[in-house]
């Protein structure tokens, strides 16, 4: 490609929720450019490769996501297996004994200023942190949904996002992109993939196809290329080299042993949260669909092997009195941690090929979304200015990366288990300096806005707020806090108490919400 010459050519390789969702972010947010022919998507995936999802949970910003690509709510509910997640429930995280607290979605107030904990540490309130001054905590006590029929699409009285069946949304994905935003897709394997001397990827060759394979190009030429490939990395990693920033020594977890497990009854409730829960080695995800739940066991293979893990996710379903001999299991390996570039010459990694650290608050979606954006709003015009492109990039993600593991890392951090893996958790010597910074600095005051600089953070101050003092930490304040601010979260408070008894009275449970849907479908805004 000539320095001068327009980027006209995007090549996206794999497909996946990664490679769809890029895809369409990507043909939306450009469409005049597509529409005019200034500019072609081109998604070649393999017809060997499964997703490698189990289930996803989703977070809140999935909903102005399917807005943007043009899909609707009801659509992607009925066609993806789509219930509502409302947060993150942590059980048995605090103590070897019962124990919990949540992460809800709904951000208090005042969060971002700190009223609302600084209004919760003064007053020794004996309510938890997320049930003092939001509503879902009770919602998810009572498996119910965040919205009503009648309330619009992409809209409720509760934020929310999706728990979701990740091979039927990626189908979803691309039926809508091929039809509805022009991309265009191949369905092969790559052969060989052809750089110039300045190592930027020029070709790709691909395999002849099956005979049960439709009819595909021999090669794709390209201008700039993005890597969905998963853990394989074929662009980034096997082309050009870039290796992994491994993290390991901060989180241990580096397998995950999956299955889906049918309820017990056609209505047995559809829980409003993912629930983890805390085992010795590790900890067991929990995502409600409607027509089953996605369990999954994250585990450290220094602390445990396969038979004992495979052992103490059985223990786990079997609470449910069901007969778990026909299940079928999924073992996946990972070695956490991330690309020491993510965007290197003509190419840019996004999804897995990017990096994996472990699914603990779903953050792996979040950031595909996050990265397609951003190449969406700055993509290069030419070849000449693409390097200054790649090196925002490759700032702003290093920085969410980093913020990611402190948060997920803090998580452990305030965990008094006993297990070996808890204990080790818990070293000095496996904590980040900058998380030691701010838990240095929240010992005397609570989290809020200057702890977070950077203009879009992919955790902010309501969600340290919501693990700090759910999980038991106290910062001790040395001053009082502002008379108005206290007044202001001591209203949030009394409103919330008595909204809640209001609303559940109101509201409908997650299943029969679902039910109403796919009868009737949602209001259009």
């Known amino acids: 490609m000539q320095l001068n010459s327009q980027v006209k050519d995007i090549v996206i390789v794999g497909g996946g929720t990664a490679g769809w969702l890029t895809a369409g972010l990507l043909a939306s947010r450009l469409s005049s450019r597509v529409q005019s022919g200034e500019l072609n998507i081109t998604l070649c995936e393999s017809p060997d490769v499964p997703t490698i999802g189990v289930g996803e949970g989703s977070w809140p910003t999935l909903r102005s996501t399917l807005q943007t690509i043009g899909v609707t709510e009801t659509d992607f509910i009925r066609q993806c ?76 009285f509760a934020n929310y996002g999706y728990h979701l069946d990740a091979a039927l949304f990626a ?19 790559v052969k060989q993939v052809e750089q110039d001397e300045n190592g930027d990827i020029t070709c790709l060759h691909l395999a002849p196809p099956s005979q049960n394979n439709s009819n595909h190009p021999d090669y794709i030429n390209g201008d700039l290329f993005v890597d969905c490939t998963g853990f394989r990395a074929l662009l980034l990693g096997d082309t050009l080299g870039v ?46 669909l409607p027509n089953r739940r996605g369990i999954g066991y994250v585990y450290s293979d220094r602390y445990c092997d396969e038979q004992d893990a495979h052992r103490t996710l059985v223990k786990f379903l079997q609470k449910t009195q069901q007969n778990t001999d026909t299940l079928s299991y999924k073992q996946i390996h990972f070695t956490p941690g991330y690309k020491q570039q993510f965007w290197k010459n003509n190419c840019v990694a996004i999804g897995l090929s990017a990096g ?82 701010l838990l240095a600095l929240w010992q005397h005051k609570v989290p809020d806005m200057n702890d977070f600089p950077a203009r879009d953070e992919v955790f902010q101050a309501a969600s340290y707020q919501f693990v700090l003092y759910g999980a038991g930490f106290k910062s001790q304040l040395l001053s009082t806090p502002d008379k108005n601010l206290l007044e202001a979260a001591e209203q949030q408070f009394l409103s919330i108490q008595g909204y809640t008894s209001q609303l559940t009275n109101k509201t409908i449970s997650n299943r029969d919400l679902l039910s109403k849907i796919y009868r009737y479908g949602l209001q259009k805004r």
């Open 81 to 156: 297996n789509v219930s509502f997640k409302q947060g993150s429930r942590f059980v048995n995280w605090q103590h070897d004994r019962p124990s919990q607290y949540d992460h809800p979605f709904d951000v208090p107030q005042q969060a971002s200023q700190g009223a609302e904990a600084q209004h919760w540490l003064s007053t020794q309130s004996q309510v938890p942190f997320s049930q003092a001054y939001c509503l879902q905590t009770e919602l998810a006590n009572n498996n119910l949904a965040p919205k009503l029929i009648t309330t619009p699409e992409f809209t409720g």
């Open 171 to 189: 189908e979803f994905l691309r039926e809508h992109c091929i039809q509805h935003l022009q991309v265009k897709h191949v369905l092969a394997n």
């Open 243 to 288: 290796c992994n920033t491994q993290v390991d020594d901060v989180l241990f977890a580096n397998n995950a042993i999956a299955t889906q497990l049918p309820y017990v009854e056609q209505n047995s409730p559809i829980a409003s949260f993912t629930e983890s829960t805390a085992q010795d080695n590790g900890w067991i995800w929990d995502i409600g």
């Open 356 to 437: 994996f650290i472990e699914p603990l608050e779903a953050s792996a979606l979040v950031l595909v979304e996050m990265s397609a954006n951003m190449l969406a709003e700055q993509l290069p015009n030419t070849r000449s200015c693409m390097d200054v492109i790649a090196k925002r990039f490759n700032q702003t993600f290093t920085y969410r990366w980093q913020r990611i593991i402190d948060f997920l890392k803090l998580h452990y951090v305030l965990s008094r288990r006993s297990s070996a893996f808890w204990q080790d958790n818990r070293a000095q010597s496996s904590v980040p300096d900058s998380l030691k910074e």
